[in-house]
């Protein structure tokens, strides 16, 4: 008698596990060598058996002289349980499974069972993960509070970066040496040289223009002659009005300093004149003059730079202040309204809506806001 | 989507035709259930779970719209549940005027026997999750033979298998796995 081999034991899984009669009796009329093919009928007798499938497959594995394929036998039996239930939960049927079915088969009832369990399960599971798939569906279509809390966070974030952006860079032009001294002696000395400069320069090119070798002059140095002789002494001038700011306009008002037990009506309430420049106006003029705006003026290189060096010094004056002569002098773009408010010994300005300290310096110093607890305490003393 | 569409999407498991069927019946439920009570998590939780009903049903083939509307299945779904409820509350309905938007004759709602988690449901449950978070091949293979019903020969060309026998195979051990693993936290 030939060996049941592995070849074998796939056959006879095939027929058991076939969908369809058709198959399982082609499987049949197929297999090699044929005696094998009378071994199907019997296990299958023993798999839809009333009981003692196991005993009963134990003595047949022995009467075929087949005990090495007996746990290959029993894996074929349990698949073939699965295989039936399966079709028995979808309400088909057919000789096997009535048997099975009639004399109540613990291992094809069991198996049936754990199928349906196991689809309840499955059915389960996915109404909570379509429960949820809904409820993001409605997130994506919605905003919630948080996402809105969220976003006035960052914005907030924003605008704080922005404001101690200024406080940097204010920081840093007071760390600068200060582009112009409003020092009235050294105002005479630097007016008196730079006039001494321009006129040598004056004489200097002068002399040379005298010489054969002009046409070696370049055309810029040729204007810059022009320039020196039509213009030394305006330019100089601009440069001294600059310095003592007689061509920026400018308010002056006595204001009251606010403070904690003051109303504003005593006489003798503390009071501080303040003149503020206002700087944006002469900027502007002179960014039309530098673009060529204002016609009828010169356009010379040299004094193109001169209108940007006076422009730089101004927009470098901006809010800063400083307190001299019993004035307290600020500078800014435009006119603004101005309190000043004293707490203790310290003094403040609230310049619109802003909040700034204010130390009183003879020198320039730029303006810094306070921070948020200061201004809520000067906000008392208003409200 | 057409209504055709949705219902076939929703047999092959199509997950654009439920967010289909979810979006595009909304805002209708949830306005004439809240005309009736105005309770808008309550309403929308309705919603949610009538529509779970109706992919349910489908997918089992217990349910054919002859002559009716996805929406008015699910008006009529969603309007009984909120009548169920209400009487449960003894509170009344303010007001239940749909004309012809919805047919008394659904009443579907979840089995309540089905609904019992006993203790080797939840086992199992939380077997194949497990399954499922390791991305183990098992979880998809009993899925589409356990759940969705789909044939070997289609499992087998949709998970790369060579043949349906090896689809069929493989399935089956991978019952086997799980059924060892649920027996044996049964057994704890």
């Known amino acids: 008698m030939i060996k049941l081999t592995t070849e074998h034991i796939e056959e006879i899984r095939r027929y058991f596990l076939a969908d369809v ?16 093919s009378s071994f199907l009928p019997q296990l299958k007798k023993i798999f839809t058996g009333q009981e003692n499938a196991d005993t009963n497959l134990i003595s047949f594995v022995k009467s075929i002289s087949a005990e090495d394929q007996l746990e290959a036998l029993k894996e074929i039996q349990k698949d073939y349980y699965t295989h039936l239930a399966i079709k028995y939960n979808s309400g088909v049927s057919n000789p096997d499974i009535e048997t099975l079915v009639k004399t109540n088969n613990t291992h094809f009832i069991n198996e049936a069972n754990f199928q349906k369990e196991l689809k309840r399960a499955f059915h389960l599971n996915e109404r909570a ?12 279509s919605d905003i919630s509070p948080e996402e809105i809390t969220l976003a006035f966070k960052l914005e907030e974030r924003k605008q704080l970066k922005e404001i101690f952006k200024i406080i940097e860079n204010a920081t840093v032009l007071k760390q600068a040496s200060p582009v112009i001294q409003f020092n009235w002696k050294r105002l005479a000395i630097a007016a008196t040289l730079i006039g001494a400069m321009l ?8 002399k040379k223009t005298n010489q054969t070798d002009l046409a070696s002059v370049s055309n810029i140095e040729k204007q810059h002659i022009a320039d020196s002789i039509t213009n030394r002494n305006s330019k100089t001038k601009r440069l001294t009005d600059l310095l003592a700011n007689k061509a920026l306009p400018f308010e002056e008002e006595n204001k009251l300093v606010l403070k904690k037990a003051s109303l504003g009506f005593a006489a003798n309430e503390e009071k501080i004149t303040i003149r503020t420049y206002l700087l944006q106006s002469e900027i502007s003029k002179i960014d039309d003059e530098i673009s060529g705006d204002t016609l009828n003026k010169d356009r010379s290189e040299t004094t193109i730079r001169s209108l940007k060096l006076k422009r ?21 773009s435009s006119k603004k309204n101005v309190k000043v408010f ?6 403040y300005l609230k310049v619109n809506n802003i909040f700034y300290e204010c130390k009183m310096p003879s020198k320039l110093l730029p303006l810094i806001p306070t921070g948020i607890s200061t201004s809520n305490k000067i906000e008392e003393l208003i409200f | 989507m057409s209504d055709d569409d949705i219902i076939e999407g929703i047999k092959n498991f199509d997950d654009i035709a439920a967010r289909s069927l979810y979006n595009s019946h909304k805002d209708y439920c949830l306005r004439f259930m809240n005309k009736m009570y105005f309770d808008e998590e309550g309403n929308k939780d309705i919603y949610q779970d009538s529509v779970i009903v109706f992919i349910e049903k489908i997918r089992d083939r217990k349910l054919t719209l002859e002559n009716t509307s996805i929406q008015t299945y699910l008006n009529s779904v969603c309007r009984n549940q909120v009548l169920v409820r209400l009487k449960q509350k003894n509170k009344p309905v303010l007001i239940d005027d749909w004309g012809n938007k919805y047919n ?13 988690k006993t203790d080797r449901i939840k086992i199992i449950m939380e077997e194949l999750q497990l399954m499922k978070d390791k ?53 704890q």
């Open chain 1, 21 to 36: 009669e058709e198959d399982q009796l082609l499987i049949l009329n197929s297999i090699q060598p044929s005696y094998i």
């Open chain 1, 129 to 140: 993960d379509v429960k949820r798939k809904f409820q993001e569906l409605d997130n994506e």
């Open chain 1, 199 to 206: 006129t040598t320069i004056f004489y200097v090119f002068d």
């Open chain 1, 312 to 332: 730089d010094s101004l927009m470098n004056l901006e809010n800063k202040y400083n307190f001299n002569n019993a004035i307290l002098t600020l500078y800014l």
């Open chain 1, 342 to 347: 004293k707490i203790d010994t310290s003094y």
């Open chain 2, 104 to 116: 008394d004759k659904y009443t579907d709602w979840f089995d309540e026997q089905a609904e019992i």
């Open chain 2, 135 to 187: 991305g183990q091949v098992c979880y998809e293979l009993l899925r589409k033979a356990f759940f969705e019903n789909k044939t070997m020969e289609a499992i087998a060309t949709s998970m790369n298998y060579t043949n349906a026998d090896n689809a069929k195979n493989q399935s089956y051990r991978c019952r086997e796995r799980l059924k060892k693993q649920v027996f044996e936290r049964l057994k």
